[in-house]
């Protein structure tokens, strides 16, 4: 992934980029592109120093924070290299005072109108979805249409006012995009990823191809992480308005979990420590996408990030005009992942969630192997537990 040719003696400017997470994956790359430096020198990165990026989102557990300043440590030592954090606040109009000012200034005029919006069932979603490929007229899919229609009335004066007086800049990147958005992420609508990581992260790389110059990503994915991950290339490459190519390299595509900790074992480095802890995440504390075992242990371990996402679900329940309106907090675990109130689409609190994760399969009675599990880490304290055979 070196610059590549332009014509006899002339090369492409490239950057190189390391996207860290934290993660075992994300440094089993930096440990590549270590290697490679070492192996290389500096020649086969066009004699631009690789940047390693780290985006802050604020939801972070305190372990994995304290994980990424060890490395960096190392990685000074190795070869003199840093770990920038990124953040969404370094991003103008994404979470600072101008984009809560555009919030308040929409908010009151919107939730002053009485609200409508159809709920479509999924035989109406597979219609909606053939008009949309030209399979069917929009009035062939209209005029089967019977969903039910939610309406929203008007929302209190009260209760707009102690939203807007609530819409100001937190610091806290995920939580400001929660309060922005008047929800948390869902599993469809992921801007917890794409605000709080990769709209930092290219706010750092689109000078560069402004420039004319092109950047490589070094991107810790793997083929085997899910179905969708796996339809991706191990490369790929969109030319910028600039002319410069923003290139995603995924040089552990088809790595295997333990081929990813194998090589962080060879150079000695230790693993991220959640991973002992149950964590098969260990980005947000807790990922939207959590387990049902992972959560039951999250809540067992770290108190003080339950009782930070229970204060988060409060203050973004106030600033969303269908909870605001309910009086009930906004839920940060989407319905796909936790079963919640059929009443409520399916939502459910990190409280319930937690209660839930407690019980055995069905949901409905607590398992007594969970109990006993809790007993005994009141008892003896909580042991290594890693899916990943680490604690052997």
């Known amino acids: 992934m070196a610059e590549a040719p332009e014509g006899r003696g002339m090369r492409i400017p490239v950057q190189h980029f390391v996207s860290l997470s934290g993660g075992k994956d994300s440094q089993a790359v930096l440990c590549l592109m270590v290697e490679r430096i070492e ?30 300043a060890w490395l960096d440590g190392w990685l000074r030592q190795r070869l003199g ?7 969404a606040n370094d991003v103008p109009g994404l979470t600072d005072a101008v984009a809560f000012d555009r919030k308040r200034a929409m908010l009151r005029a919107e939730w002053s109108k009485e609200k409508r919006r159809t709920r479509h069932k999924p035989a109406c979603n597979q219609r909606r979805i053939a008009w949309k490929a030209g399979a069917i007229t929009k009035n062939e ?4 249409c019977d969903c039910p229609v939610m309406v929203s009335p008007p929302v209190p004066d009260h209760l707009i006012d102690r939203a807007l007086a609530l819409l100001h800049p937190t610091g806290i990147p995920f939580l ?17 990823t794409s605000d709080t990581k990769l709209t930092p992260l290219m706010h750092r790389k689109r000078p560069l191809l402004d420039a004319g110059i092109s950047v490589v990503d070094w991107i810790g994915e793997r083929a085997d992480e899910s179905p969708a991950r796996a ?17 995603l390299y995924r040089p552990i595509f088809r790595w295997t979990a333990a081929e990813a900790f194998a090589i ?36 067992m371990r770290f108190p003080a990030e339950v009782e930070r996402v229970r204060e988060w679900e409060r203050l973004v ?21 936790v079963p919640g109130d059929p009443e409520d689409h399916g939502r459910t609190t990190i409280d319930k969630a ?18 006993l599990e809790r007993q005994e880490a009141e008892d003896g304290g909580l042991l290594c537990d890693s899916e990943y055979g680490l604690c052997e």
């Open 354 to 371: 937690i209660d839930w994760s407690r019980t055995g399969r069905g949901g409905r009675n607590y398992d007594l192997l969970t109990d």
């Open 231 to 247: 339809k991706k290339p191990p490369i790929q490459s969109v030319r910028h308005p600039s002319g410069a190519r923003n290139v």
């Open 264 to 299: 962080s074992d060879r150079h000695g480095l230790r693993h991220n420590p959640l991973y002992r802890m149950g964590m098969s995440r260990v980005g947000c504390s807790t990922c939207i996408m959590v387990r049902k075992r992972e959560l039951r242990l999250w809540a």
């Open 317 to 337: 329940g106030l600033v969303s005009r269908r909870t605001a309106a309910l009086g009930t907090p906004a839920s940060l675990l989407p319905a796909p992942m």
């Open 176 to 192: 400001d995009v929660a309060m922005l958005h008047g929800r948390f992420s869902s599993t469809k609508v992921r801007f917890c």
């Open 39 to 68: 192996r290389k020198g500096l020649d086969a990165f066009g004699n631009r120093v690789p940047r390693v990026l780290f985006a802050d989102t604020g939801h972070e557990n305190p372990i994995t924070l304290d994980h990424v």
């Open 81 to 87: 290299l840093h770990i920038e954090t990124v953040s």
């Open 141 to 144: 899919w209209l005029s089967q």
